[in-house]
């Protein structure tokens, strides 16, 4: 199936700890890019990535850390130094930055 | 600053009724999509519109870019049509910006 697959479907934290969210896609896209999402609220853009090996910070970058190592692979690092980390967060795809977006199906994180 | 702004904010319908649902935003257009998020968080890719208008069975959007808005319109809607959608628009160049959705609730 092509698609962009988003793990785990939910992740429990302490705080304190630092955690990875997986993000991978198989739809050759070049651009990739997280957000976070509130309680009724819109989705906000966290980092994003317009081609392999280059990653931006978006509008709430602070406390996180991204990587894009490999065109399918954009992997979100949720540090201890982000103050309010338990959100749903969404990946996503497109073929180049003006393109359709596509969207995984989220990681419910929750910090305990 | 940039803004996309979504109206109204929660809509109430009953079965087999229609709606319009509208998104304004505070520049030139890139890229405009609107979304359904689902109860379980998903978002699905209902239509891809920066300009014109696009038909897909009972749902329609119209975006006036040079007027700054689009709409999408629900015809007879059906309860699995609750949900929230959202209206997103490339105004930066690099990434999506997001409105704060309608949140739509049909009922029998």
């Known amino acids: 199936d092509g698609g962009i697959t988003q793990s785990p479907k939910y992740l429990f934290r302490k705080e304190g700890q630092n955690v990875t969210l997986s993000c991978e896609q198989n739809?050759?896209?070049?651009?990739m890019y997280w957000y976070r999402q509130d309680p009724g609220q819109g989705l906000r853009l966290i980092y994003y990535?317009?081609?392999?090996?280059?990653?931006q910070k978006g509008d709430i970058a602070e406390g996180y850390s991204v990587s894009r190592e490999k065109k399918e692979s954009f992997p979100l690092t949720v540090t201890s130094a982000q103050k309010n980390p338990t959100a749903f967060y969404l990946c996503?795809?497109?073929?180049?930055?003006?393109?359709?977006?596509?969207f995984g199906q989220g990681t419910r994180l929750t910090v305990v | 600053g940039i803004q996309v702004e979504q109206s109204p904010p929660d809509l109430i319908l009953q079965e087999g009724a229609n709606s319009t649902l509208r998104c304004n935003f505070s520049?030139?257009?890139?890229?405009l999509q609107w979304f359904h998020q689902n109860p379980w968080g998903q978002l699905i890719n209902l239509f891809y519109?920066?300009?014109g208008t696009k038909q897909n069975g009972r749902l329609s959007a119209t975006t006036v870019a040079t007027e700054r808005y689009s709409l999408l319109y629900i015809s007879s809607s059906q309860t699995t049509d609750s949900g929230v959608y959202f209206c997103?628009?490339?105004?930066?160049?690099?990434?999506?910006?997001f409105g704060k959705g309608t949140s739509l609730l049909v009922t029998p």
């Open positions: 520049d030139s257009v890139n890229n």
């Open positions: 519109i920066p300009s």
């Open positions: 996503a795809s497109s073929k180049n930055v003006q393109a359709e977006a596509f």
């Open positions: 739809l050759n896209h070049d651009a």
């Open positions: 990535s317009q081609i392999v090996n280059d990653f």
């Open positions: 997103a628009v490339d105004l930066t160049g690099y990434a999506l910006n």
